[in-house]
T-cell receptor, first 117, second 114 residues
Framework: AQKVTQAQTEISVVEKEDVTLDCVYE???????LFWYKQPPSGELVFLIR????DEQNEISGRYSWNFQKSTSSFNFTITASQVVDSAVYFC????WGGGSNYKLTFGKGTLLTVNP | GAGVSQSPSNKVTEKGKDVELRCDPI?????LYWYRQRLGQGLEFLIY????????KSGLPSDRFSAERTGESVSTLTIQRTQQEDSAVYLC????????????FGPGTRLTVL
């Protein structure tokens, strides 16, 4: 069964600090996809990134970067020079390749990030 | 282009009443998904559609829940005889294809059962 663990329930930082959100996943499939979504106070889930299990290259997008390590089953997310607008709940999610309900996204419980001015 | 839309945005109902929640996916997206998010919790998968077919209904919490989809467009999630534990935000998502593709979410319907 697939599982996603986000051990950090809440993180509070001061603006301009760097912050890393942890995500550890479990799956028996060799082909799978990992995602990060942002849920600001407005409530709508915003897609941030999708990675497949065959691509372990780290990715950088502006102030955001992601570190995918299959050896530790982790897909961590770092925000550099955080800003108040980064305050949100961040969800890590896993989708396995295959039939039936494996098409679903399995979400972690989310990490509430608060960036204080 | 237009994203996923859901209606109503808020629904307050009395225990025992039936409710219908609607989802309009992104045009051209063949796959559609329903999730539920209870207060302060993660997202719980309910059901997915490939076209208008829902091969696996095992994620639905009880037989009071049902869903249907017309072609590759609108989907409705129906909850019969609502209970207080049904109170949650119901989120709909769509993706271009099934199987690992990015799911884009709508704004959700906040359901409150009194």
């Amino acid at each position: 069964a697939q599982k996603v663990t986000q051990a950090q329930t809440e993180i509070s930082v001061v603006e301009k600090e760097d912050v890393t959100l942890d995500c550890v996943y479990e799956t028996r499939d060799t082909t799978y996809y990992l995602f990060w979504y942002k849920q600001p106070p407005s409530g709508e889930l915003v897609f941030l990134i999708r990675r497949n299990s065959f691509d372990e290259q780290n990715e950088i997008s502006g102030r955001y970067s992601w570190n995918f390590q299959k050896s530790t089953s982790s897909f961590n997310f770092t925000i550099t020079a955080s800003q108040v607008v980064d305050s949100a709940v961040y969800f890590c999610a896993l989708s396995e390749w295959g039939g039936g309900s494996n098409y679903k996204l399995t979400f972690g419980k989310g990490t509430l990030l608060t960036v204080n001015p | 282009g237009a994203g996923v839309s859901q209606s109503p945005s808020n629904k307050v109902t009395e225990k025992g009443k039936d409710v219908e929640l609607r989802c309009d996916p992104i045009s051209g997206h063949t796959a559609l998904y329903w999730y539920r998010q209870r207060l302060g919790q993660g997202l719980e998968f309910l059901i997915y559609f490939q076209g208008n077919s829902a091969p696996d209904k095992s994620g639905l919490p009880s037989d009071r829940f049902s869903a249907e989809r017309t072609g590759e467009s609108v989907s409705t999630l129906t909850i019969q005889r609502t209970q207080q534990e049904d109170s949650a935000v119901y989120l709909c998502a769509s993706s271009l294809i099934l199987g690992g593709d990015t799911q884009y979410f709508g704004p959700g319907t906040r359901l409150t059962v009194l």
